[in-house]
Protein backbone atom coordinates (compact mmCIF):
# COMPACT_ATOMS: atom_id res chain seq x y z
CA UNK A 1 0.00 0.00 0.00
CA UNK A 2 1.01 3.37 -1.13
CA UNK A 3 0.88 5.68 2.12
CA UNK A 4 0.63 9.60 2.25
CA UNK A 5 1.42 11.85 5.33
CA UNK A 6 -0.90 14.96 5.06
CA UNK A 7 -0.60 18.01 7.09
CA UNK A 8 -3.24 20.58 7.83
CA UNK A 9 -3.47 23.94 9.69
CA UNK A 10 -4.41 23.11 12.97
CA UNK A 11 -1.57 23.04 16.04
CA UNK A 12 -0.51 19.22 16.90
CA UNK A 13 1.94 18.29 19.38
CA UNK A 14 4.69 18.10 16.63
CA UNK A 15 6.65 15.25 19.80
CA UNK A 16 3.55 12.81 18.76
CA UNK A 17 4.45 12.92 15.01
CA UNK A 18 5.39 9.33 14.14
CA UNK A 19 8.15 9.11 11.44
CA UNK A 20 7.46 5.59 10.68
CA UNK A 21 4.65 6.60 9.20
CA UNK A 22 6.30 9.20 7.05
CA UNK A 23 8.87 6.35 5.32
CA UNK A 24 8.20 5.63 2.09
CA UNK A 25 5.57 8.19 2.21
CA UNK A 26 3.96 11.18 0.17
CA UNK A 27 4.58 14.31 2.21
CA UNK A 28 1.53 17.08 1.25
CA UNK A 29 1.00 19.99 3.35
CA UNK A 30 -2.12 21.74 3.21
CA UNK A 31 -1.84 25.24 3.85
CA UNK A 32 -0.46 25.85 7.41
CA UNK A 33 0.43 22.71 7.59
CA UNK A 34 3.23 23.74 5.21
CA UNK A 35 5.05 25.28 8.62
CA UNK A 36 4.73 21.94 10.74
CA UNK A 37 5.82 19.88 7.89
CA UNK A 38 9.02 22.18 7.47
CA UNK A 39 9.53 21.93 11.60
CA UNK A 40 9.53 18.12 11.62
CA UNK A 41 12.35 17.97 8.61
CA UNK A 42 9.98 16.48 6.07
CA UNK A 43 10.73 17.16 2.60
CA UNK A 44 7.58 17.86 1.19
CA UNK A 45 6.16 16.33 -2.45
CA UNK A 46 3.34 18.88 -2.83
CA UNK A 47 2.03 21.95 -1.11
CA UNK A 48 -1.98 22.96 -1.64
CA UNK A 49 -4.73 25.44 -0.44
CA UNK A 50 -5.34 29.04 -0.63
CA UNK A 51 -2.83 29.94 1.85
CA UNK A 52 -4.92 32.20 3.93
CA UNK A 53 -3.94 30.60 6.86
CA UNK A 54 -0.28 30.38 6.75
CA UNK A 55 -0.35 33.96 5.46
CA UNK A 56 2.00 33.60 2.22
CA UNK A 57 2.32 31.44 -0.77
CA UNK A 58 5.62 29.03 -0.73
CA UNK A 59 8.58 30.18 -3.02
CA UNK A 60 8.51 26.21 -4.44
CA UNK A 61 7.72 24.56 -7.42
CA UNK A 62 5.71 21.80 -6.22
CA UNK A 63 2.67 24.08 -5.01
CA UNK A 64 -1.05 24.40 -6.42
CA UNK A 65 -2.37 27.51 -5.15
CA UNK A 66 -6.97 27.66 -4.84
CA UNK A 67 -9.04 30.61 -4.77
CA UNK A 68 -10.43 31.41 -0.59
CA UNK A 69 -13.85 30.78 -2.59
CA UNK A 70 -13.83 26.96 -3.11
CA UNK A 71 -16.13 23.84 -2.62
CA UNK A 72 -13.04 21.93 -0.55
CA UNK A 73 -11.01 22.37 2.47
CA UNK A 74 -7.44 22.28 1.81
CA UNK A 75 -6.98 18.87 3.53
CA UNK A 76 -9.82 17.31 1.17
CA UNK A 77 -7.54 19.17 -1.35
CA UNK A 78 -4.38 17.21 -0.21
CA UNK A 79 -6.62 14.22 -0.15
CA UNK A 80 -7.84 14.44 -3.55
CA UNK A 81 -4.26 14.91 -4.38
CA UNK A 82 -2.86 11.74 -2.77
CA UNK A 83 -5.08 9.76 -4.27
CA UNK A 84 -4.36 11.06 -7.42
CA UNK A 85 -0.91 9.96 -6.59
CA UNK A 86 -1.57 5.99 -6.03
CA UNK A 87 -1.78 6.54 -2.48
CA UNK A 88 -4.33 4.38 -0.42
CA UNK A 89 -3.32 4.37 3.01
CA UNK A 90 -3.48 8.12 4.75
CA UNK A 91 -2.02 9.54 7.79
CA UNK A 92 -3.40 12.96 8.81
CA UNK A 93 -2.31 15.44 10.55
CA UNK A 94 -3.09 19.14 11.99
CA UNK A 95 -6.84 17.79 11.19
CA UNK A 96 -7.98 17.84 14.85
CA UNK A 97 -8.62 21.03 17.21
CA UNK A 98 -8.94 24.65 16.33
CA UNK A 99 -12.22 25.59 14.73
CA UNK A 100 -14.96 22.75 15.14
CA UNK A 101 -16.61 23.09 11.84
CA UNK A 102 -13.09 22.07 10.17
CA UNK A 103 -12.79 19.07 12.53
CA UNK A 104 -16.14 17.80 11.68
CA UNK A 105 -15.25 18.44 7.90
CA UNK A 106 -12.52 16.12 8.27
CA UNK A 107 -14.42 13.23 10.03
CA UNK A 108 -16.87 13.37 7.45
CA UNK A 109 -13.77 13.81 5.14
CA UNK A 110 -12.27 10.16 6.31
CA UNK A 111 -15.76 8.42 6.62
CA UNK A 112 -15.73 9.11 2.68
CA UNK A 113 -12.51 7.79 2.13
CA UNK A 114 -13.46 4.79 3.61
CA UNK A 115 -16.22 4.06 1.67
CA UNK A 116 -13.54 4.18 -1.01
CA UNK A 117 -11.95 1.55 0.57
CA UNK A 118 -9.03 3.62 1.54
CA UNK A 119 -7.33 3.67 5.32
CA UNK A 120 -6.81 7.05 6.59
CA UNK A 121 -6.37 8.05 10.12
CA UNK A 122 -6.58 11.47 11.68
CA UNK A 123 -4.08 12.79 15.01
CA UNK A 124 -5.07 15.24 17.01
CA UNK A 125 -6.02 16.27 20.78
CA UNK A 126 -5.06 13.38 21.96
CA UNK A 127 -6.86 10.94 19.73
CA UNK A 128 -6.11 8.87 16.69
CA UNK A 129 -9.01 8.63 14.83
CA UNK A 130 -10.24 6.15 11.89
CA UNK A 131 -13.33 5.20 9.96
CA UNK A 132 -14.65 1.62 9.22
CA UNK A 133 -17.07 0.75 6.16
CA UNK A 134 -18.42 -3.40 6.26
CA UNK A 135 -15.13 -3.91 7.45
CA UNK A 136 -13.13 -4.66 10.77
CA UNK A 137 -10.72 -2.80 12.69
CA UNK A 138 -8.26 -4.66 15.04
CA UNK A 139 -6.57 -2.94 18.46
CA UNK A 140 -3.42 -3.51 19.84
CA UNK A 141 -3.55 -4.57 23.12
CA UNK A 142 -3.36 -2.59 25.63
CA UNK A 143 -4.35 -1.86 29.90
CA UNK A 144 -6.07 1.10 29.62
CA UNK A 145 -7.25 3.77 27.57
CA UNK A 146 -10.80 5.21 25.68
CA UNK A 147 -11.89 3.49 22.73
CA UNK A 148 -14.91 5.32 21.70
CA UNK A 149 -17.41 4.26 18.31
CA UNK A 150 -19.93 6.36 16.35
CA UNK A 151 -22.19 5.72 13.57
CA UNK A 152 -21.77 8.30 10.73
CA UNK A 153 -24.38 8.15 7.91
CA UNK A 154 -27.24 5.71 7.78
CA UNK A 155 -27.83 2.95 10.59
CA UNK A 156 -24.70 0.93 10.74
CA UNK A 157 -26.03 -2.90 10.87
CA UNK A 158 -23.96 -5.83 12.62
CA UNK A 159 -21.91 -3.76 14.75
CA UNK A 160 -19.56 -6.03 17.14
CA UNK A 161 -17.01 -5.07 19.81
CA UNK A 162 -15.04 -7.64 21.70
CA UNK A 163 -12.08 -7.44 23.71
CA UNK A 164 -13.30 -3.99 25.03
CA UNK A 165 -14.58 -3.34 28.98
CA UNK A 166 -18.05 -3.18 26.93
CA UNK A 167 -19.17 -5.71 23.98
CA UNK A 168 -21.38 -5.39 21.56
CA UNK A 169 -23.10 -8.45 19.40
CA UNK A 170 -24.32 -7.57 16.01
CA UNK A 171 -26.25 -4.41 17.23
CA UNK A 172 -27.86 -2.12 14.88
CA UNK A 173 -25.88 1.56 15.64
CA UNK A 174 -28.08 4.73 15.07
CA UNK A 175 -26.48 7.70 13.94
CA UNK A 176 -28.47 9.36 16.76
CA UNK A 177 -27.00 7.92 19.77
CA UNK A 178 -23.90 7.59 22.27
CA UNK A 179 -24.46 4.09 22.87
CA UNK A 180 -20.26 3.68 22.08
CA UNK A 181 -18.46 6.47 23.70
CA UNK A 182 -16.15 6.17 26.44
CA UNK A 183 -15.32 2.35 26.22
CA UNK A 184 -12.21 1.07 27.27
CA UNK A 185 -9.00 -1.23 26.64
CA UNK A 186 -8.43 -3.89 29.45
CA UNK A 187 -5.43 -5.22 28.79
CA UNK A 188 -7.11 -8.00 26.41
CA UNK A 189 -6.62 -8.10 22.07
CA UNK A 190 -9.75 -6.00 20.58
CA UNK A 191 -11.57 -5.38 17.85
CA UNK A 192 -14.22 -3.18 15.76
CA UNK A 193 -16.21 -4.22 13.05
CA UNK A 194 -19.38 -3.70 10.78
CA UNK A 195 -20.98 -5.44 8.69
CA UNK A 196 -23.04 -2.75 6.58
CA UNK A 197 -22.67 0.72 7.13
CA UNK A 198 -19.80 3.14 8.49
CA UNK A 199 -18.81 3.52 12.01
CA UNK A 200 -16.47 6.14 12.98
CA UNK A 201 -13.50 5.29 16.08
CA UNK A 202 -11.95 7.33 18.02
CA UNK A 203 -8.95 5.95 20.32
CA UNK A 204 -7.12 7.88 22.96
CA UNK A 205 -3.91 8.04 21.80
CA UNK A 206 -0.83 6.54 24.47
Not at 115 to 135: E, M, P, Q, R, S
Amino acid sequence: MKKCCIFGGCEFDLERFDYNHSESACIIAADKGYDAALRLNLDIDLVVGDFDSLGFVPDCDNVIRHSCEKDETDTALGCQKALEMGCDELYIYGAVGGRIDHSFANFQLICDLAKKGKKTYLFGDGFKITAVCNGTLKLDVRENGIVSVFCVGENAKGVNIKGLKYELSDYEMSPFEALGVSNEFIGKSAEVSVSSGVILIMIEEK
